[in-house]
């Protein structure tokens, strides 16, 4: 199991940028599947960005070219840069750590971190 928490969610003007992190405490970080998901207002949890160990990176049309995800495993952290902030990017920032197993997969969240873009 593994335990994640959320820390640089902030207040921040249109263009601006803020860096997210995700610490992870538990075993073996390497090998779970990490990404960020974002939930807006009256709006549905979405993927923003993820990653799987170092190298296959996938991220959400709405943030390509502006956000960058990355993570350490030695700290057994993740990060999402962001660059280029816009209002809609407003959300609470979650982090997740999927273990791909079989006969089924294990989501582990965080408790999320606000991220509010002013116009």
């Known amino acids: 199991q593994v335990q994640l928490v959320e820390s640089g969610g902030g207040l921040v003007q249109a263009g601006g940028s803020l860096r997210l992190s995700c610490a992870a405490s538990g075993k073996s970080f390497s090998i779970y599947y990490m990404g960020w998901y974002r939930q807006a207002p009256g709006k549905q949890r979405e993927l923003v960005a993820a990653i799987t160990g170092s190298t296959m990176i996938n991220y959400a049309d709405s943030v390509k070219g502006r956000f960058t995800i990355s993570r350490d495993n030695d700290k057994s952290t993740m990060y999402l840069q962001m660059n280029s902030l816009k209002p809609e990017d407003t959300a609470v920032y979650y982090c997740?750590?999927?273990?791909?197993?079989?006969?089924?997969?294990?989501?582990?969240w965080g408790q999320g971190t606000q991220v509010t873009v002013s116009s």
């Open positions: 997740n750590a999927r273990l791909v197993a079989t006969p089924r997969n294990y989501d582990y």
